[in-house]
């Protein structure tokens, strides 16, 4: 089944104890990103990566890292969460090699909360 | 800097009646529209989308509105059922050719049996 698969789906954490939320993809996806999804703000975009190790910013980047090592994983870093950091996770991912087609493919979310 | 509005925030419908969310983009350069149903518990999910070049796109019950002019987008839903409650997305690109969107708040559809 073609799916993104984000792990953990719920995580409780303390200030500054670093943490990794992984993402895969098994559908040869060139194009990944991190999204934040909090009441009334809807869905901003953390990090994106147009293919492996080609990352960058997008509109709320502080405190997060990403990496993408390989195509299918691109995982999100937060190095010392803080209680700001709390929200609903989404990983989503989208073919790019065979033209521009627009969907966005999202994983189940991963719900963190910072305590 | 950019951005997408969207309203109503809560809409409640009886089933069977028709719902409509509206959405209102800043960016003159958009040119893509996508619309997403998150049920609980899960992931955005695309449903329909319109590009620029075209005022109307419809899929079954479901149908998407775009006024350029206006910089006003519509998500019409007929014959609403039991199913359809969800909250709904709508997004416009930012950059042409690239997959950058800002997506609106939200609009948490509830369908009374």
Redo the contacts between chains.
């Keep these: 089944e073609a799916q993104v698969t984000q792990n953990p789906r719920y995580l409780i954490t303390v200030t500054g104890k670093k943490l990794t939320v992984t993402c895969s993809q098994n559908m040869n996806h060139e194009y990944m990103s991190w999204y934040r999804q909090d009441p009334g703000l809807g869905l901003r975009q953390i990090y994106y990566s147009m293919n492996v190790e080609v990352t960058d910013k997008g509109d709320v980047p502080e405190g997060y890292k990403v990496s993408r090592k390989e195509k299918r994983n691109f995982p999100l870093i937060l190095e010392s969460p803080s209680p700001n950091q709390t929200s609903l996770y989404f990983c989503a991912s989208t073919p790019t090699s065979a033209g521009y087609t627009g969907e966005l493919f999202f994983g189940e979310g991963s719900r963190l909360t910072v305590l | 800097g950019e951005n ?1 509005e ?1 309203h109503p ?1 809560t809409l409640s419908v009886q089933e069977g009646d028709s719902a409509v969310i509206k959405c209102t983009y800043s960016d003159s350069a958009s040119n ?1 529209f ?1 619309w ?1 149903k998150q049920e609980l ?6 449903i329909i ?1 319109i590009r620029s070049n075209v005022g109307e796109k419809k899929d079954q019950r479901i149908a998407v509105t775009l006024n350029k002019t206006a910089k006003h987008f519509s998500l019409h839903i007929t014959e609403t059922q039991p199913e359809d409650s969800a909250v709904y ?1 709508c ?1 416009a ?1 930012i950059q042409s ?1 690239t ?3 800002i ?4 609009t948490r559809l509830k369908v009374l049996a």
């Design positions: 997408v969207q925030s893509y996508p997403y518990g899960k992931g955005p999910q695309l989308d997305f997004a690109s050719g997959y950058k969107y997506f609106g708040t939200g």
